[in-house]
């Protein structure tokens, strides 16, 4: 088990990649598609009601890293072979470095106008998935720890994260609309926590002895989990009781507002995912806090170690010298909060152009990001829109929108990233949302 839990450890601070977090900016202003009020809960989508096909109503998929992109890393040699860009993977990354990524899907929604007000039902399942890592965990990686003795500097890792989850939510909105001017809005959601990892290190850093090669090891790492399909295959497993796992309950909030200082100039601004999940159901947790000296092995992540036993008996000396304390109390976790700030303009009744922020720090990194978007509705059931955005250290970010009713069927699909859709290994974001609505009272049919 504590072999189990130290990989665990490093695999939090190595492998972040696999965990995916959520909504394609474009759409914002796209009042003909229902989904877009996910960004705001007080925006009114033009339908008497309308009702998401079950299961595919809205199904996204997105990522944001900061770090390196496939083609810096993985490049071909003039023979044509594929080879690891060492150099180039080492300076293309930052001291700190954010991976972002998510999945979501609504099973279930629906929402209808009566009188002033509009109300709104969903349920979703997500998927999300932050990562905080430093550079210096690739240089241990790739070039082991000669160049920290070389030129006697110590290895930093403080400050590496993870918090990934899987939990579904059940949510109501409302909006209530004052006449054409003002719209104020909620959400109220129910959350069930179904898995969870969640890992900090503020303090962990490796001094190498100049000559000798020992390691003078500082740690300060804590992981709470809530895994009930680890330990075996998860295909031996019974989903029935995962899937209805109740124990791990929380609740959240969305609100914001619209409003109309001119006719054709609309001003919105909303807090999303306002929350926690109270984690209670097969909870492990771990504390590590000391330091120790090590003696020295060369072994290379990507190649070989010269000890076959070097690792086992590191990870006891670790169990025995930094006193690993594991509990099984419950913990919280907090959603992934956002802020936005929106403007809109309708230049005519065909054409708009809009802007919106979204502010969020992870792991102490900020990480806003900034959208420009003009739409066009050639007709009243159908409409395309263009974005362009800018996130932290990467600016090619040409986004596409597009929805078409054949009532009373809709069809729309999404993205904020079109580059990363045609060259996936060249992008450092990307994401997709698409879906089918049944919609009722549409305005101006």
Not at 218 to 239: R, V
Not at 254 to 276: E, H, Q, V
Request: include cysteine; charge should be positive.
């Amino acid at each position: 088990m504590k072999k189990l839990c130290f990989i665990i450890f490093f695999l939090a601070l190595l492998l972040p990649a696999q965990l995916p977090g959520q909504g394609i900016s474009t759409i914002y202003w796209m009042d003909g598609i229902p989904q877009s009020t996910h960004f705001n809960p007080a925006l009114i989508p033009e339908v008497r009601f309308y009702a998401g096909i079950p299961g595919i109503s809205s199904i996204y998929g997105g990522f944001f890293h900061n770090g390196f992109s496939l083609d810096e890393v993985l490049q071909k040699d003039a023979s044509g072979r594929l080879f690891w860009n060492e150099d180039n993977l080492l300076n293309s990354i930052r001291q700190r470095n954010l991976l972002q990524a998510g999945m979501k899907q609504e099973w279930l929604t629906m929402g209808w106008r009566s009188g002033s007000f509009f109300f709104s039902l969903s349920a979703t399942e997500h998927l999300t998935g932050t990562v905080i890592y430093p550079k210096d965990l690739f240089t241990l990686a790739l070039r082991g720890n000669d160049p920290f003795m070389q030129q006697n500097n110590t290895a930093v890792l403080s400050g590496a994260r993870l918090n990934a989850k899987h939990y579904r939510e059940l949510s109501l909105g409302m909006a209530w609309q004052w006449e054409q001017v003002f719209v104020a809005g909620f959400r109220i959601k129910s959350l069930n926590g179904l898995s969870s990892l969640m890992f900090d290190a503020p303090r962990l850093t490796l001094y190498t002895q100049p000559g000798t090669y020992d390691l003078l090891v500082q740690a300060e790492m804590y992981m709470s989990t809530s895994l009930p399909l680890a330990g075996d295959s998860l295909w031996k497993k019974n989903l029935g009781p995962y899937l209805r796992n109740t124990s791990n309950m929380g609740i959240g909030l969305d609100m914001g507002f619209t409003w109309k200082p001119l006719p054709r100039l609309s001003l919105a601004a909303s807090l999303l995912d306002l929350g926690y999940i109270d984690w209670k159901k097969d909870v492990v947790n771990h504390r590590m806090n000391g330091s120790f000296a090590f003696e020295g092995i060369e072994f290379n992540v990507f190649g070989t170690v010269d000890n076959k036993n070097a690792f086992p008996n590191l990870v006891d000396t670790i169990y025995s010298i930094f006193r690993i304390h594991e509990t099984t109390v419950g913990f919280r976790s907090q959603l992934n909060s956002r802020m936005l700030l929106a403007s809109g303009y309708r230049i005519s009744p065909e054409h708009q152009i809009g802007g919106l922020i979204i502010g969020r720090v992870s792991g102490g990194i900020p990480a806003p990001s900034y959208t420009f978007s003009y739409q066009y509705k050639p007709a009243p059931f159908c409409a395309v829109a263009l974005s362009y955005s800018v996130q932290p250290g990467y600016y090619r970010n040409i986004g596409a929108a597009m929805h078409m009713n054949i009532r009373p069927l809709q069809l729309y699909i999404a993205t904020d990233n079109i580059p990363g859709m045609l060259q996936p290994h060249s992008t450092q974001a990307g994401n997709l949302q698409l879906g089918m609505n049944l919609v009722f009272g549409y305005k101006n049919h």
